[in-house]
């Protein structure tokens, strides 16, 4: 909230904002504490190129991707992101009432339309079965894409996209107040949340910035070195 309000031009110290939030009744919204996983050996399926390296120094280079459910009336939906470890932005997502190989695939296509050549970028998930698919393996390795996996077990391996469905549950979905209708009152959601989420939230780990304005600063600082 600090940084928050800094940023919107206002100079009042930690203290005194959380006077202030105090006396209008406002709370942060806490996420639950993740449990503590015990590691477990396991074989991975593929090696895992990414090696919990969170902080690439350009866009376009590292990727992390995860499935997560969200109930409907009309049945589960399961949601698939593709994000950009660079700045942390989600830049491929899509969902479906069917957890498959086809989701993934689709969702990569999605990718290469938006950034055109990924060809030598690591691309990140855990052991899951769509994930692990001949076809997507086949279209991953026809990108020129090197893919990396989590061990089972080790869910702090592909800790970013976690942490990403963490924050969307908790800011957005978990205060709905109401089950979604269908898959496309999800699709609206899922929209109007990733919008907010790169242009306006700000993060601490991106050094208070939008993921968008941390975009942005690389590109500027780019251009200005060339």
């Not at 909230?1 to 009744?25: C, D, T, Y």
């Not at 399926?45 to 409907?72: A, E, M």
Request: glycine fraction near 4%.
């Amino acid at each position: 909230m600090h940084i928050a309000m800094k940023s919107l031009g206002f100079n009042q110290n930690e203290k005194k904002i959380r006077q202030s939030m105090k006396l209008l009744n406002l709370h942060c919204e806490i996420r639950q504490k993740r449990k503590n996983y015990k590691k477990v050996e396991a074989s991975n399926k593929c090696k895992n190129y990414l090696d919990q390296n969170f902080h690439p120094d350009k866009p376009n280079s590292y990727y992390s991707v995860d499935i997560t459910y969200l109930p409907t009336r009309k049945g589960m939906v399961y949601l698939n992101v593709i994000i950009d470890l660079f700045g942390k932005i989600p830049i491929a997502y899509l969902s479906s009432y069917n957890c498959d190989s086809k989701l993934a695939e689709d969702t990569i296509d999605i990718l290469v339309k938006k950034r055109k050549n990924i060809r030598n970028a690591i691309i990140h998930s855990d052991q899951g079965s769509s994930y692990l698919s001949k076809s997507y393996i086949e279209k991953l390795s026809k990108l020129k894409v090197i893919r990396s996996n989590s061990k089972k077990g080790y869910p702090f391996d592909n800790a970013c996209s976690e942490n990403f469905f963490s924050i969307f549950k908790t800011e957005k979905f978990y205060r709905l107040g109401y089950q979604p209708k269908d898959k496309e009152e999800i699709d609206k959601i899922v929209e109007d949340y990733i919008d907010f989420y790169i242009n306006k939230r700000i993060s601490i780990s991106l050094n208070g910035l939008t993921p968008k304005k941390y975009y942005d600063n690389y590109i500027q600082n780019k251009k200005c070195t060339n």
